[in-house]
Nanobody, 125 residues
Framework: QVQLVESGGGVVQAGGSLRLSCAAS??????????MAWFRQAPGKERVFVAA????????YYANSVKGRFTISSDNAKNTVDLQMNSLKSEDTAVYYC????????????????WGPGTQVTVSS
């Protein structure tokens, strides 16, 4: 069974850092995954794109709101994708979701068909 599991969430003060990790499992996962992404959803708001990366070329794409502060990276051997978050702000507080897509759709939420359960990130001011 193919699945994604996020880890690394928690509570951090504004200006601090957190590193999220997404682990993919299942023997057929890489047969259908071209790109990975992180999305986030704050209470009462829609799920929004944060960052994405391709497995093969490690092409990356970021939301303007996190550009220069967040870095997405992948480990092909381990089937993991990390999100390093620096200079965190209170508006970064949300549940963060990892997602897998069958093509390079960058920020299109509809282009991702496998999702993890999410991990909570809370930034206190």
């Amino acid at each position: 069974q193919v699945q994604l599991v996020e880890s690394g969430g928690g509570v951090v003060q504004a200006g601090g850092s957190l590193r999220l990790s997404c682990a993919a499992s299942g023997s057929t996962f890489r047969l259908s995954s071209v790109a990975m992404a992180w999305f986030r959803q704050a209470p009462g708001k829609e799920r929004v794109f944060v960052a994405a990366i391709t497995w093969k070329e490690s092409d990356t794409y970021y939301a303007n709101s996190v550009k220069g502060r967040f870095t997405i990276s992948s480990d092909n051997a381990k089937n993991t994708v990390d999100l390093q978050m620096n200079s965190l702000k209170s508006e970064d507080t949300a549940v963060y979701y990892c997602a897998s897509g069958r093509s390079w759709v960058r920020s299109d939420v509809n282009g991702y068909d496998l999702w993890g359960p999410g991990t909570q990130v809370t930034v206190s001011s």
